[in-house]
Antibody
Framework: VELVESGGGLIQPGGSLRLSCAGS????????MSWVRQAPGKGLEWISV???????YFADSVKGRFTISRDQSKNTQFLQMNNLKVEDTAVYFC?????????????WGRGTLVTVSS | SSELTQGPAVSVALGQTVRITCQGD??????ASWYQKRPGQAPLLVMY???NRPSGIPDRFSGSTSGNTASLTITGAQAEDEADYFC???????????FGGGTKVTVL
């Protein structure tokens, strides 16, 4: 059971990038999945959730710029990042959300680095 | 949106006990989870609601909560426990998650 992120890299401000989160050992679409990022030297920042039913929510810092989709045939979720800013530079992790009323993340990928710089 | 406040750093002598606290309004409604983060590694869940340890996490890790404050205690800290620790909870809005700023634990 694991999650593997990919798609990070160096991108100029204003550019776009699509990150992938591939699951193995379980069905990604059966769980609520989140993206969490960590900027260099900073803490963890939650940025999004896609419920198993398809609804999505985003932190204010990325709302209107980031979207989420998934491909069940590939057991993969995607984070589409548009109009990237320097402050979006971070390692991006995908995580599986568990819990009913009280949420927690029991499975994490190793992350993929996104660097936004001119 | 909610905020969770953690102390920035704490040190503990090898084999001694250290407690990390996390305070915020959301904790009066939702229980916290705790994550260990080492450089270059994925975050690792070490405590989930309500003060439960995942399989594989040593029993020297324990959690508690009181009012709007959650705590993670390491009893008999080991060198491998040196890491950043983050608390998190569901936001009071219900559809977001908030993380604390993290506490760096140094084992002397």
């Amino acid at each position: 059971v694991e999650l593997v992120e990919s798609g990070g890299g160096l991108i100029q401000p204003g550019g776009s990038l699509r990150l992938s989160c591939a699951g193995s050992g379980f069905l990604v679409s059966s769980f609520d999945m989140s993206w969490v990022r960590q900027a260099p030297g900073k803490g963890l920042e939650w940025i999004s959730v896609m419920y198993s039913g398809g609804d999505t929510y985003f932190a204010d810092s990325v709302k209107g710029r980031f979207t989420i989709s998934r491909d069940q045939s590939k057991n993969t979720q995607f984070l589409q990042m548009n109009n990237l800013k320097v402050e979006d530079t971070a390692v991006y992790f995908c995580a599986r959300r568990r819990g009913g009323s009280d949420w927690y993340f029991d499975l994490w990928g190793r992350g993929t680095l996104v660097t936004v710089s001119s | 949106s909610s905020e969770l406040t953690q102390g920035p750093a704490v040190s503990v002598a090898l084999g001694q006990t250290v407690r990390i606290t996390c305070q915020g309004d959301s904790l009066s409604r939702y229980y916290a989870s705790w994550y260990q983060k080492r450089p270059g590694q994925a975050p690792l869940l070490v405590m989930y609601p309500k003060t439960n340890r995942p399989s594989g996490i040593p029993d020297r890790f324990s959690g508690s909560t009181s009012g709007n404050t959650a705590s993670l205690t390491i009893t008999g800290a080991q060198a491998e426990d040196e890491a950043d620790y983050f608390c998190a909870s569901r936001d009071t809005s219900g559809n977001y998650v908030v993380f604390g700023g993290g506490t760096k634990v140094t084992v002397l």
